[in-house]
């Protein structure tokens, strides 16, 4: 496949999220990345997306009118705009457990004064290194 990444997510200090297939919808294994799904390199050989989540088929909450009532209900939806939700939740949980000091208390309670800020490219190391590579 011809990379494919566009402005902005082929950007150094962003975090560029592809689109993977979910399970349970016959599509395709969950390791594969999503056909609409942008993928690398970027232009300047960087890997690209960083990261993938569950972007296929999923179910988002949906509105509208019928016959003049409003209502509320689910639709099937996919993107990396459904993907990147799932990125952002797992970003700002790595954030807590380094302000709240869980990093080094080997799991039991965090230890407040062991608590920082962590750095925008600390959060992205982190989200990168510990994620799964896809199969296909």
Excluded: H
């Excluded at 402005?7 to 399970?23: E, L, T, W």
């Amino acid at each position: 496949d011809e990379p494919l990444i566009s402005s902005p997510a082929q950007a150094k200090n962003v975090i560029g999220v592809g689109a993977s297939i979910n399970y349970g919808n016959n599509e395709g294994d969950i390791n594969t990345l999503a056909y609409f799904s942008s993928r690398g390199p970027s232009i300047d050989g960087r890997i690209k997306p960083d990261v993938v989540a569950a972007g296929y088929s999923l179910l988002s909450s949906s509105g509208g009118s019928d016959y003049g009532k409003e209502t509320c209900g689910f639709d099937s939806r996919q993107g990396t705009s459904m993907a990147t939700p799932m990125v952002a939740a797992s970003a700002a949980l790595v954030r807590q457990y380094f302000r709240e000091g869980w990093y080094n208390s080997k799991g039991t309670a965090p230890i407040a004064e062991d608590g920082f800020l962590p750095s925008a490219a600390l959060l992205k190391a982190v989200l990168i290194n510990s994620a799964q590579g896809l199969q296909g």
